[in-house]
Structure formats: C-alpha cells, structure tokens
C-alpha cells in the first residue's frame, strides 16, 4: 500500500478508468452533503493563493491490463467524493457552453480530458464506472438527462441547479485546489477485505479523526511524526481521550463554539474547525494551530477535571462545583476565560479576578438547574459571551463579564431570581438519571458553606430520601389519606433529599420517620440534622424544608435582583395563564412553555395521568423518553423534555395560540381535571413587531400598525435603500437590503452587488445567503439570517436584539457606500 497526496483533478488525467465494484455500496450523497462540498469549494476559492482543501481519501487497487490501454483502477473507498466532483464539472461543462471558457477551461476539455477517454470502445468511454443502475443514471446526465428516480439523478439536479447560482470560476478555481490522499493497494491485498473493514462496521472517521488528519496531511514525515507524538497524542492525554475520542470530539465542538459564536453541533465539528482555520488564517501554520490545540486542551482538561486541579484554591474550587454539577454548557465561556488569564498580555484578569467570574458562572448555571429552567437554551448566549470582545484597558475583568450576564436578564436564560428558585425547589425532579448528581453537587455546596473545613468529605456521602423511594405500610399509615398520591409528587424532589454517610443511609433505608428521627439528630451535617425537629413528614413540613434550602442557596448563589423597564414589559408581556382545578394561577410567557408545564403539573399530580395522556398520534400526546430522547427529531417534530419529569416528551407547539390553549384543557379532561387557560388572542407577526419595540426600541421606521411577515426600515438615504426584515418564516429571520429604484437597471444591479460584497467583508460572523447575481437583479442584496423558533416566544428577546443590530448594521454599510457616515 502507497499513498500520495495529489490535486484531485489530477487523478482523472490521462486515459484512466475508476471502476466502482459490486461489492460496494451505493452512490448515496444527497443535497446537504452536495451543498457543502460546493460551500467548501467557494471558502477555498477566496482564500490565500496558497490555500488547499483537504478532501479525504481515495483508495483504488488496479486491475491487470494488457499496457498501453486505459488503466482501470477498481475503487475501493472514496467513490461519493470522486462521483460528486465528476457530475459537478459535467454541470460547470454545460454551464460553460461551447464557446464559453474560464480560468483556462471549456466544455470540450472537461470532457475530453476529465470526464472522457476519447476514441476509445464504449465501455472504456467514460473515466468513471459506477454499479449497474447508477451508471446508466451517470451517463444519461453526461448526455444532458437527468430524470431518473435514484440518487445519482437527483444529484445531477441538485448540482445543476447549485452551479446555475453560483460563480463558476470560483468553483473551478476550489476544484484546482482540492487535494486528496490517493492511497493504491497492491495487487497482493484484498481490497473487498479492507473495504469491509472501514466500512461494515458503521464506524466513520469521528471528528477529530477528521482533524488530526488534516492538520497532519502534507506535512514532511518528520514533522508529521512530531507533532502526532508531542502535540495531538498530548491533547488526547489531557482530555482523557486514551480509548475513545468523545472527549476530543466535544473539546473541538466547544473550541470551534467559542471561536465562532455558534452553536454547531458535535457532528459538524471537522466541517466548522476547518472553515474557521481557512478563514481566519490559522490553516497557514497548522504546526503552531496544533500546538495551540494542545496548550488549550490543557486548560480544557482542567474544566473536566482529566488535566488535574488548577494551581489556585479559589479558582479550582468554583472549577470543581462546575464539574461536580455535571452541566457542561458553560466550556466554551469558561475555556476562554482560562485561556484570557493564561495569556500574559492579559491585565486585570488574574486568579482573584478569574474566580470571581467563574463563581458568576457557577451562580448561573446552579439557579438555571434549581429553577428547572432549560439550560438547553444556554447553548447560544455560551457562545455568543464567549465570542465577543472582552473588557476595555482600565475595566474590571470580573464586573465586565458579570455585567454581561446580567444583561440576559430579561431573556429565557437570565439568572432566575429567589422566587424561580424557590419554586423549582418545591417542584423539580431531584433524583433519578443526571439529577441525581447535580442533586448531590447542590446539597455538598450547601453543606460546606455550613461547615466549611469541618464538613465531612464528600466521598463519604450519599443522598437520602427522608420519604423512602418505596412506601412501606407504617409510611402509609403515617401519611394518612393520598399516600401514594403525596409520594408521587415529593418523593424524588430536592426537599424530600438529604445527605448521609453510606453506613447511615444503608441502616436507616425505609424506616419510619420517628426512627429516622434520632439518627437525624446525630447527624454532623447541619441541614440533616435540623430534620430532627420536625414532628412528623408531611406538606407543612415539607414546605418548611423548601424555605429552608431556598434560604441556604440563596447564601451560597447569591444574584442581585434587578427589575427594569425592560423586564417589567417582559412580564407584563405574558399573555398566558393557567390553573388546575382550584389551585394557584400561573403566569408565562410562550404557549409552548404553558403546554410544557400544564403536562409537568398534570403528572406530579399523578403519576397515572402519564397513561392517560399518552397515544400513537406523536405531535399531540406524551412519550417516554427512551423511545424519542428529548431534542430528538420525529418526523419533523422536535420532542421536549417535561420539566421535572424527565422520562416523558412531548411536541408543545402548536398553529396558534387558541390550539395550545384548547389542548391544555383537553389534557385536562384526559386525566379528568379541570384546566383553566386565559391567553391574550394577537397574531404571532403583530405581537413580535409590538414586542421587538418594547423589548429592543424597534427599528428604524417602525410604526405601531405593523403586522405583517415582511416589513421595511426607514430610508437609510436619499435613495430610497431601506432594509427588509422577513420574520414570517417559523424556522428562519433574515434581513436584506432593498434598493429604493423600482425600475430594474444595470446601476440598480451593479449597487445591490456592491452592497452584498460588503456584506460578505463586513458581516461574516453572520449566517449568510447566497445568490448575489439573481438578487440583484431583483433589486436587493443577500440575505443576513438567523435561525429561530417563531412559536417559542421564549427566543424574542434575543431575536428582537439581534434584528435591531443587524438592521443598524446594514443601515451603516448603505451609509458608508454613500459617503454619508459619520
């Protein structure tokens, strides 16, 4: 076996033949995967003139041949790349025409030189064989049809369509620079066997697979050697990642999250590193990209604890709290904090100051988790604080970052104040899958905040149910009437927990409370032993434990209470409200936040309802959790945990207000209980534009009457330009600039391209579209988008934000193309 690297076109030069077996699979690439290649072709194409883009491998053995003739090369891995680039310079051949010639190519020598082997017998025509029905399918789209049912038309389509948009020299010139490892077996191997190996096992190369192998392809043997044993297999050691390469897959999730602002998933890691690495440079010098990679996952190993404790006791011990609690959202934000305090040009953000902000961290992440509030949703504000700008020279490190924590304040994923608190205390679920550790991280808190040096070690411990997990009859007898009704809402709830040494918990197990008692009041833990002074377990008792640990952590996570204009509007904004039977009214914001917790109440009420509001239709009933795991997607429904009840999902969104509130009652009638909702009828369009005033200040122009999905800005000039804000679409915003001409014109077009390249240069840490030709000559620009869930209300704060400043963005690029900035 001998590899080579080599630019991918080059290995359709001269008379060769790619012949795809039959003990292969399929060609089964469809259009995200198309997209992307085609994405990565136009990023590789702007970047520096020395620019490559690695493209994987492609690994063929030969098939013997009299010499002289066409050289046949049987495919043993690689096939959907060398497939997809073949049909796209079939689409860049017709797109050239025949008189048509770009950077140096045409349509007949795409065809003739890589597509084709002219003059030669039909079934040694073609450079590429594919199996059976994707052959005929590849050939029919050489010869221009492309109406077939199986993947291989499709792909023709979706590439012919893709080229039509886009800059075809752009492409050609990606496509110059893409680079493969050509790997050629010996005629002694087998190749089915290896073939086999890489994949039958459904194994895939992981992320960072994919990029230990690009920062490594190309570079000299020796440095290859050195950096792969001093620097990669020192990441891999910090990280913890000896057997499995989880831990380097999520490290590089989280570097590529601090260093983008976006929230892209684990298994879009390689793609989103490297993109990064091109555009902004790091991929000129991978040496020192890697050993950077592997000064980093130090400091990330000290978040996972596998990089050992951090040299100061007041740093490592918020470090550890972080750990112990077991969310692990906050990596990104605290990854670039340690790397700010690890960089010497860094004043002001020393251990003292360092500790303070990760202590904000913790105070943060511990409220959102007692609170039951979806840390889920903190993904993107991670992302977002741990992307942007830091203090100017002269600011407090730790009063800057906290100041901007506080800022979320009026946002689904502020710090909940003591009332949240309090109220998760009474209700969340304590115990039971990855509550239970953070249970017993909250509870060892408050113990050594109590005891401090005095408290017992923390491996000693355990968590203990005051009300045992099973009711025994002298339980149920104390209890009284709705036993096992009270045992189903409190048990596994953090007031019915404690913390006790093994031996204890073991000895005390089911026991009666006058029993349990006496062991209580020996206890050296404070919070254990003020147990003792309760005369039996019951509600009373109960909420008098809920006061006691919502005092207790509100010592230990202190966060000022600052109400505002803002987050006065905010609440008075909440258009929902629901009761069950005669209880107390809840407030909310989102509908779908009403649905969730209107199942939450229903199930603590009792545990059977869980039976009752179940069914086979997936978008209106609940679901266990091990058959659609929350944040999974069935269908095209995308399931959410129940707060507190974290082994049963459901779909909470519905077409409009009225459906969610009718469905509330409808659950209630399930489980035969009554269910009041009162809601504020407004459609979704009136209700955000009135929110994003409020909440924002509006945009430029915006007038109290606005209702539709579209509107437009204010002139930004005496032209007339103005900016289109489109949030009619339920799972994407975007904005554009609008030309103030009506009449289509070639100055109308050349301005609207000027405006779409500025975007390009100005606003690239936006999601972006594409497009620019067809555009402008429609009279507008590229569109600046992000995507959102219009039926969450609990996603306005940020969106209204986030439509203010881009709108103003895109008013200042209009400004300063018209000599009329400031």
Wanted: charged share 30%.
């Amino acid at each position: 076996m001998h590899s080579t690297p080599v630019k991918f076109l080059e290995l359709l030069n001269g008379q060769v033949q790619y012949v795809v077996p039959r003990w292969q699979r399929r060609y089964c690439w469809g259009q995200p995967d198309i997209e992307r290649l085609v994405d990565d072709l136009a990023t590789i194409a702007t970047a520096g003139s020395n620019a490559t883009h690695y493209g994987g491998t492609l690994l063929t053995f030969p098939e013997p041949g009299p010499a002289g003739v066409v050289t046949t090369r049987r495919v043993v891995d690689g096939q959907q790349r060398l497939t997809t680039v073949s049909i796209l310079l079939g689409c860049i051949a017709v797109e050239l025409g025949a008189e048509g010639e770009l950077e140096g190519w045409t349509r007949q020598l795409i065809l003739d030189d890589r597509l084709t082997n002219p003059g030669k017998p039909p079934e040694k025509r073609c450079k590429l064989r594919l199996q059976d029905g994707d052959e005929e399918e590849y050939r029919l789209g050489l010869d221009g049809y492309s109406g077939g049912a199986g993947a291989v038309s499709q792909a023709w389509r979706i590439a012919r369509r893709l080229v039509a948009r886009s800059d075809v020299a752009l492409l050609l010139r990606g496509l110059d620079r893409l680079r493969v490892v050509s790997i050629g077996l010996d005629d002694k191997e087998d190749p089915q066997q290896i073939f086999e190996s890489l994949n039958a096992t459904g194994l895939p190369l992981t992320e960072s697979e994919k990029v230990k192998n690009w920062l490594l392809m190309g570079l000299p043997d020796e440095e290859q050697q050195d950096l792969h044993d001093n620097q990669w297999l020192r990441i891999e050691r910090l990280l913890g990642a000896r057997h499995t390469t989880e831990p380097t897959d999520t490290f590089l999730r989280d570097v590529l999250r601090w260093r983008t602002g976006r929230t892209q998933g684990m298994d879009r890691a390689y793609d989103g590193f490297r993109r990064w690495a091109v555009q902004s440079g790091q991929d000129r010098d991978r040496t020192a990209l890697c050993r950077d990679l592997a000064r980093l996952a130090g400091l990330y190993g000290m978040l996972t604890g596998t990089a050992g404790p951090h040299g100061n006791a007041k740093v490592e011990r918020e470090l550890r709290h972080l750990r112990e609690l077991g969310i692990d959202i906050h990596r990104p934000f605290s990854l670039r904090l340690l790397n700010d305090a690890d960089r010497h040009d860094c004043r002001g953000c020393g251990d003292e100051a360092l500790a303070k902000t990760l202590a904000g961290i913790g105070t943060w992440t511990t409220r959102m988790w007692l609170a039951d509030r979806p840390t889920a949703g903190m993904n993107r504000a991670i992302a977002e604080l741990a992307h942007e700008a830091g203090p100017d020279e002269g600011d407090d490190f730790a009063e800057h970052w906290l100041g901007r924590i506080r800022r979320l304040r009026n946002s689904r994923v502020g710090v909940p104040g003591d009332d949240d608190v309090q109220e998760g205390i009474r209700t969340r679920k304590a115990y039971g899958g990855s509550a239970t550790r953070s249970a017993f991280a909250v509870l060892c808190e408050l113990m050594e905040a109590e005891h401090r040096e005095e408290a017992p070690a923390r491996d000693r411990l355990t968590v203990e149910h005051v009300m045992p997990q099973k009711l025994t009859e002298q339980w149920k007898r104390d209890l009284g009437d709705g036993a096992e009704e009270m045992h189903g809402r409190h048990r596994d709830r953090l007031a019915n927990l404690t913390l006790s040494g093994d031996a204890t918990n073991s000895g005390m197990g089911a026991n009666e409370f006058a029993a349990k008692r006496e062991v209580y009041r020996k206890s050296p833990i404070g919070m254990t032993r003020s147990l003792a002074a309760e005369i039996e377990w019951d509600e009373a008792a109960l909420e008098r434990r809920v006061e006691e640990l919502t005092r207790r952590a509100a010592d230990r996570w202190p966060w000022p209470e600052q109400p505002s204009p803002a987050r006065d509007d905010f609440r008075r904004a909440s258009r929902f409200s629901w009761r069950i039977a005669d209880g107390r009214l809840h407030a909310e914001d989102t509908a779908s936040q009403m649905v969730l917790n209107v199942t939450a109440a229903l199930l603590s009420r009792d545990p059977a309802n869980s039976e009752r509001l179940s069914g086979d239709a997936v978008s209106s009933n609940v679901h266990p959790a091990s058959r659609y795991p929350p944040g999974t997607v069935a269908g095209t429904l995308t399931m959410r945990a129940v707060p507190g009840h974290e082994d049963h999902v459901l779909y909470p969104y519905d077409h409009d207000y009225p459906t969610s509130a009718e469905r509330c009652r409808k659950m209630g009638e399930r489980c035969g209980v009554a269910v009041e909702v009162e809601f504020e009828d407004a459609s979704q369009s009136r209700a955000f534009w009135k929110f994003v005033k409020d909440h924002a200040g509006g945009v430029p122009g915006q007038k109290d009457t606005w209702r539709g999905a579209s509107q437009w800005s204010s002139r930004a000039d005496a032209s007339g330009e103005q900016v289109g804000i489109h949030v009619g679409n339920p799972e994407l915003l975007w904005l554009y600039i609008k030309s103030g001409d009506s009449v289509a014109s070639e100055e109308r077009a050349a301005r609207m391209r000027r405006y779409s390249w500025q975007i390009r240069q100005e606003m690239g840490d936006q999601q972006l579209g594409d497009n620019i030709e067809r555009n402008s000559e429609k009279g507008m620009t590229i569109a600046v988008q992000r995507p959102w869930v219009r039926d969450d209300e609990g996603e306005w704060p940020d969106a209204a934000l986030w439509i203010s400043e881009q709108c103003e963005r895109l008013h200042s690029i209009i400004r300063d193309a018209r000599g009329e900035g400031s």
